[in-house]
């Protein structure tokens, strides 16, 4: 079995704060990981993703990924009440994709 | 590119009727994945096709459920009977083949919303 855990949240965070998100996996084997965004009613969409260790900065995000520790975060940093939104994480093996159950981010303005 | 096409965005129906649900993939993407997505479960795997080809359904439920796949820019996903617990929100993804593989993500269409009363 190949399990993502991710803390349901609600994770609240006043706007402008940095944001962390968590997730943990069990697959060793897995080769890159994906961080979606999935606004209220709508579909996932990808944020970045991340195959090496250590930290990939896109703009206010920035991931990091610890292999030896199995664990992946995400930052945004000014976080805005836009930003309220599930993170999903997911981790890719070949060709399939396993996804935490998300966390939920409320930016309070 | 319109991005990944799916309809109906939502379908009502009763217990035991058959539900048909469709996708088009973004052109000439290799890969085809059906997710469902429940508060319960989350979104899981339902089965994935590559170049038209089922490769994994080890995610089906059921027998009920069926996927085909007759060319590259269409996929069905069937419930036969349909059941109160299929009730949740369906994506179809699809994904390239890039040279680099493990880069790639997939690319999810709007959802199809099913209410199986």
């Known amino acids: 079995q190949k399990e993502v855990e991710q803390n349901s949240g609600p994770l609240s965070v006043p706007e402008g704060a940095i944001a962390s998100l968590n997730c943990t996996y069990s697959d060793r084997g897995s080769q890159s990981f994906f961080w979606y965004r999935q606004y209220s009613g709508k579909s996932p969409e990808l944020i970045m993703f991340?195959?090496?260790?250590g930290d990939k900065e896109d703009g206010r995000f920035t991931a990091q990924l610890n292999k030896a520790s199995q664990y992946v975060s995400l930052l945004i940093r000014d976080s805005q009440p836009s930003d309220s939104a599930t993170y999903l994480c997911a981790q890719r093996n070949f060709n399939k994709f396993y996804f935490g159950s998300g966390t939920k981010l409320n930016v309070k303005p | 590119d319109a991005g990944v096409i799916q309809s109906p965005r939502h379908e009502v129906t009763e217990m035991g009727q058959e539900v048909t649900l469709r996708c088009k993939p973004i052109s000439g993407h290799d890969y085809l994945f059906w997710y469902r997505q429940t508060m319960m479960r989350g979104l899981e795997l339902l089965i994935y096709f590559n170049n038209n080809v089922p490769i994994d359904d080890s995610g089906m439920p059921e027998d009920r459920f069926s996927a085909k796949m007759p060319n590259a820019s269409f996929s069905t996903l069937k419930i036969q009977p349909s059941e109160p617990r299929d009730s949740a929100v369906y994506f179809c993804?699809?994904?390239?083949?890039?040279?680099?593989?493990?880069?790639?993500?997939?690319?999810f269409g709007p959802g199809t919303r099913l209410l199986v009363l």
């Open positions: 993804a699809s994904s390239p083949r890039g040279v680099a593989v493990f880069q790639e993500t997939q690319y």
């Open positions: 991340i195959y090496s260790n």
